[in-house]
C-alpha cells in the first residue's frame, strides 16, 4: 500500500489480522490491548500515515453525552412501505421518550455518507437504516460502529457488517405468493425482482425458485427480469405478454410494479386474472386502489419499525449488552384479492 494512500481502521485490522475493536482501542492506548499488540498496531499506523476520522473521533472523545435523539435513514420517504415503517418508528420512540432525526438518503450512496456524519456531528443515540440500491461499501457505517454508535439495520440489510437487523420473512412470502399462484393454476410465472446483490432481491428469487422447483416446475430464465418499478414494468411488459408462450401468472418484488404489469395487461386487452394472475408485495394503499384489487404479500411496515426501535433502544439503555446482535424477522401474510383466480 502507498504511503500516501488514505486507510481506515478496517485496512488496518485486515492487514494485522486483528478486529476494528481492537485497531480502536490500540490507538487510544486502551489497556484492555497488550502492550505487545498496541505497539504493533501504532507502528503500522504510523507507517502509514494513518488519520483518524475526525468525525467519529471528536465523537468519541466528548464529554457532551449523547441525545435522546434516533437517526433514521429512510431510501424514500415517499415509499409506502418506508413510510409505514417510519410510522411505526416515531410512535415506538415517543413512547420511551425519544424523539427521531429523519433523513432520506434518495437511494444515493454520497448522501447516505453525508447523513451518517451528520448523525454523528448531532450525537445521536443510534441509527436506524436502510441502505440505498447503489450502496456497496460500508466505510460510513463502519465509522459509526468505531465510535460505539448502535446500529441497526432494516429490511434493506448490510450483509458485510455484523450488526442487528430487523426484516421480514421476504423468502417465505414470496415461496407462499408463488405456492398459492400455482395452486390456482399458474404454470408459466414471472418474476419481477429487484438488483440482486440486495438481500431482500435474494430472498424473495430463492422463495420463487423454489416454490416452483417444489411443483416440479422448471425454471425459465426468459421470465425473470430486473425491475421494480411501475415506469420499468409498462414499458417491458408488452413484450413478454406479446410472447406465444407469454407468462399466465406474474410475481413482482413489489406492488408498484405489480400494478404497472396489470395496467399493461389491461391495455393489451388481456383479461386478469383469468388469463394472467398477478401478485405483488407490500401491501400499501394502491393495492386498494386499482381495477381489480391487487392479491399481495403484507409486509408490516409499521412492526418492522417497532421492533427496530425496541432493538436500538434496548442497546442504547444496556438492557442487552452493547456489541450483541440482534436479529428479528416479522412474519408476512398473503392477501388474496382480484388480481388471481380463486381456489377451486
Request: charged share 25%; hydrophobic share 35%.
Amino acid at each position: 500500500m502507498s504511503e500516501k494512500a488514505e486507510i481506515t481502521m478496517k485496512d488496518i485490522a485486515n492487514a494485522l489480522g486483528v478486529s476494528v475493536a481492537t485497531v480502536s482501542r490500540a490507538l487510544q492506548d486502551s489497556p484492555r490491548i497488550s502492550s505487545i499488540q498496541r505497539e504493533r498496531i501504532q507502528a503500522y499506523a504510523h507507517e502509514h500515515n494513518f488519520v483518524p476520522n475526525n468525525v467519529a473521533e471528536s465523537l468519541r472523545r466528548s464529554k457532551v453525552s449523547a441525545q435522546k435523539v434516533i437517526g433514521v435513514i429512510v431510501p424514500q420517504i415517499t415509499h409506502y412501505y418506508f413510510s409505514s415503517i417510519l410510522s411505526g418508528i416515531e410512535e415506538a420512540a415517543s413512547a420511551r421518550g425519544y424523539s427521531i432525526m429523519v433523513a432520506q438518503s434518495d437511494e444515493q450512496y454520497d448522501r447516505e455518507v453525508k447523513i451518517c456524519e451528520s448523525f454523528m456531528g448531532h450525537k445521536v443515540c443510534g441509527v436506524i437504516v436502510s441502505q440505498a440500491k447503489d450502496t456497496l461499501r460500508y466505510d460510513h457505517f463502519e465509522r459509526l460502529m468505531e465510535c460505539g454508535m448502535p446500529l441497526v439495520f432494516y429490511d434493506r440489510i448490510c450483509t458485510g457488517l455484523n450488526t442487528s437487523r430487523v426484516v421480514v420473512d421476504d423468502y417465505q412470502g414470496a415461496f407462499t405468493a408463488v405456492s398459492y399462484l400455482i395452486e390456482t393454476g399458474c404454470r408459466r410465472i414471472a418474476f419481477y425482482g429487484s438488483d440482486m446483490h440486495l438481500e431482500i432481491s435474494k430472498n424473495r428469487f430463492n422463495g420463487y425458485r423454489d416454490a416452483l422447483r417444489g411443483a416440479g416446475i422448471e425454471l425459465d430464465p426468459s421470465l425473470q427480469y430486473e425491475c421494480d418499478n411501475r415506469s420499468v414494468a409498462e414499458r417491458i411488459t408488452p413484450e413478454l405478454l406479446s410472447r406465444s408462450d407469454r407468462p399466465d401468472g406474474v410475481f413482482a418484488v413489489n406492488d408498484d410494479t405489480a400494478i404497472g404489469v396489470l395496467y399493461t395487461a389491461k391495455r393489451m386487452g388481456i383479461c386478469v386474472p383469468d388469463e394472467l394472475s398477478i401478485c405483488g408485495f407490500t401491501n400499501g394503499e394502491r393495492a386498494v386502489s386499482c381495477d381489480p384489487m391487487l392479491t399481495t404479500v403484507e409486509q408490516r411496515g409499521g412492526r418492522v419499525g417497532e421492533e427496530a426501535v425496541d432493538v436500538l433502544l434496548d442497546e442504547v439503555e444496556g438492557c442487552i449488552p452493547r456489541g450483541k446482535v440482534e436479529r428479528r424477522v416479522v412474519k408476512t401474510r398473503l392477501v388474496v384479492r382480484g388480481t388471481t383466480r380463486v381456489k377451486n
